[in-house]
Structure formats: C-alpha cells, structure tokens
Nanobody
Framework: VQLVESGGGLVQAGGSLRLSCAAS????????WGWFRQAAGKEREIVAA????????YYADSVKGRFTISRDNAENTVSLQMNRLIPEDTAVYYC???????????????????WGQGTQVTVSS
C-alpha cells in the first residue's frame, strides 16, 4: 500500500490550501482514513479523520470550523480542505489509513498502519 499526498505549499495567513491523498494497492472504500501533522520539534498529531463507509468525521479542536475532510469515491482520494490558515498550522501533513476494513475512526498515530511521505504546509504571518 502506498499513499501519496499532494497540495502542500506556502500560503499567507488567512489563505486556503487543499491536500489530497491518493492510494495505490488499496481502495479507500471500507477503511478509516486520517490526516495528521507534525510541526518542527513536536509530536505527530491528528488533524481529522473519516470513516469511508459511514462518512462520520472527527476534527481536532484546533482546526474545527476551518478544515474539512472529505472522500471522493470516483477519484479514490481523500482530501483535506484547509481554510483560514494560521501560522500555527505550519507542519508536515500526512495521510494515513487504518489496516482493517470496517475499523472505526482512529485518533492516534498507533491506530494507523499505512502512511504517506508527507507534504509541507507553511503559513506565513
């Protein structure tokens, strides 16, 4: 299973970015997927998660109301729309998948088995 993120970059505070995650070796259907981020010198933390089957979602408090996780069945991608970005959102963002089909949302790093290589998001003030 390979996950590849895209869409990162440099943006001014208040701007928007859209991250996408594409998978090879696995379909998205039936699994739970998450977006994590890791800022310099900090631990990796969950940003958002989605259950592909139910569509249920989870957001960290720090991004609620600004970020939206979504799935695209046709394109077989999971996306993270990030609006009203702030400098504190600067980090490497990772897409991740749980290992077992039918798993519920996962909230910690250890609950996810497959990871992308990450994409840098930098928000300037």
């Amino acid at each position: 299973v390979q996950l590849v993120e895209s869409g990162g970059g440099l943006v001014q505070a208040g701007g928007s970015l859209r991250l996408s995650c594409a998978a090879s070796g696995r379909t998205f259907s039936g699994y739970a997927w998450g977006w994590f981020r890791q800022a310099a010198g900090k631990e990796r933390e969950i940003v958002a998660a989605i259950n592909w089957r139910s569509g249920s979602t989870y957001y960290a408090d720090s991004v609620k109301g600004r970020f939206t996780i979504s799935r695209d069945n046709a394109e077989n991608t999971v996306s993270l729309q990030m609006n009203r970005l702030i400098p504190e959102d600067t980090a490497v963002y990772y897409c991740a998948s749980r290992a077992t089909i039918g798993s519920d949302l996962g909230y910690s790093v250890r609950e996810y088995a497959y990871w992308g290589q990450g994409t840098q998001v930098t928000v300037s003030s």
